[in-house]
């Protein structure tokens, strides 16, 4: 749509070479708008230069192929001087044309600068109109917790099962990719922005990789368990109650109060006899440890949330 337009408008100017117009609008239009104005900067510069470069060689040389190639050297020399390698190609069809019209005085030069504004400007205007992904980022982050919360309703099997099949720890390559995924696209998201940032998504996704990682412990302790214990019910009920509860809005307060009487509980009860239930208590223990890290990151997260609306409201 932006090649169109830019075209459009070049021949309704009468520009000679329309077309390339276009070719410099579809070059401009980068992922994001940060990423087209950064862009759009560096090409300005480098066409300023491009063009007095090339006037001055074919004004004193004259309008021949070697002297467009001594201008294509000297200027790719400066591209990648100060990385502006990006506009060596776009630039470069602009000056060419200067060849074909034999000469480059003030009516070619207005020529050339309007063909790359025009470009440049429908690159950007496109891109200022590109909207976030909210949807497909909120899809990507409702994948995310769907996996947390499989690797939690998983362990709480475990506990109970030391022979569930395939407990292999093959679910956090698709829990780490998916967060890759998501991680990705808020990005793109937060530099499609060019008025108040909003940073909730990439905050929430680094808060569920923070997660990921105690998981990823959790999983060891679960891994070293070999015996069904007195205490592994009342450990794998309440794991499997927080992957029940496991989504976004939840701020896990009740979570970590029932979590505090599970620990006085298991404490209360008797000492075990056998080494190997001794062993797997200790690592139940942990595992509520570890569990305790994992509802105190969403707690802290939801509490920074809440003193950060209760901010801009009295900025506002």
């Known amino acids: ?47 300023a230069a491009a063009l007095a470069l090339s006037v001055l060689l074919f ?30 190609a776009m630039d470069s069809v602009l000056i060419s044309h200067f060849l074909s019209f034999g000469k480059s005085g003030p009516e070619e030069i207005l020529n ?27 899809e990507l982050k409702k994948e995310t917790d ?11 099997l475990r506990i109970l099962d030391s022979q569930l099949a395939d407990y292999n720890g093959d679910c956090f ?24 940032k909003d940073t909730y998504d990439s905050l929430y996704l680094a808060m569920r990789e923070n997660q990921t990682k105690v998981l990823q ?3 060891k ?12 019910p009342l450990v794998a009920n309440f794991l499997e109650k927080v992957s029940r509860e496991y989504h976004k809005d939840n701020d896990v307060r009740e979570l970590l109060e029932e979590l505090a009487t599970l620990r006085s509980k298991m404490k209360s009860l008797p000492l075990p006899l056998l080494r190997t239930e001794f ?11 570890r569990l305790e890290e994992f509802l105190l990151i969403k707690r802290n997260f939801s509490e920074a949330l809440g003193k950060k609306a209760a901010l801009d409201t009295n900025t506002n």
């Not at 579809?26 to 104005?37: A, D, G, N, R, Y």
């Not at 302790?221 to 592994?232: D, F, G, L, M, Y």
């Open 1 to 47: 749509m932006a090649a169109t337009l830019a075209i459009f408008l070049a021949k309704l100017l009468k520009l000679e070479f329309a077309v390339s117009a276009g070719i410099v609008a579809i070059l401009s239009v980068q992922p994001t708008k940060k990423e087209t104005i950064k862009t759009a900067l560096a090409r300005f510069f480098a066409f």
């Open 59 to 88: 004004n004193t040389l004259g309008f021949t192929i070697p002297v467009f190639f001594l201008y294509l050297l000297l200027f790719i020399l400066l591209c990648q001087w100060r990385s502006w390698i990006s506009a060596m």
């Open 112 to 138: 050339e600068v309007l063909l790359f504004v025009i470009g440049v400007g429908f690159g950007i205007l496109v891109n200022i109109f590109l909207k976030k992904k909210t949807d497909y980022i909120e």
């Open 146 to 156: 769907d996996k947390i919360r499989l690797v939690l309703h998983r362990m709480s």
């Open 173 to 196: 390559l698709s829990l780490n990719q998916s967060l890759f995924t998501a991680k990705k696209q808020a990005e793109e998201n937060f530099n499609n922005q060019f008025s108040k």
């Open 217 to 219: 412990e959790m999983f």
């Open 221 to 232: 302790c679960v891994r070293q368990i070999s015996s069904v214990p007195h205490t592994a």
């Open 279 to 289: 062993e797997d208590r200790a690592n139940l223990f942990i595992l509520l440890e």
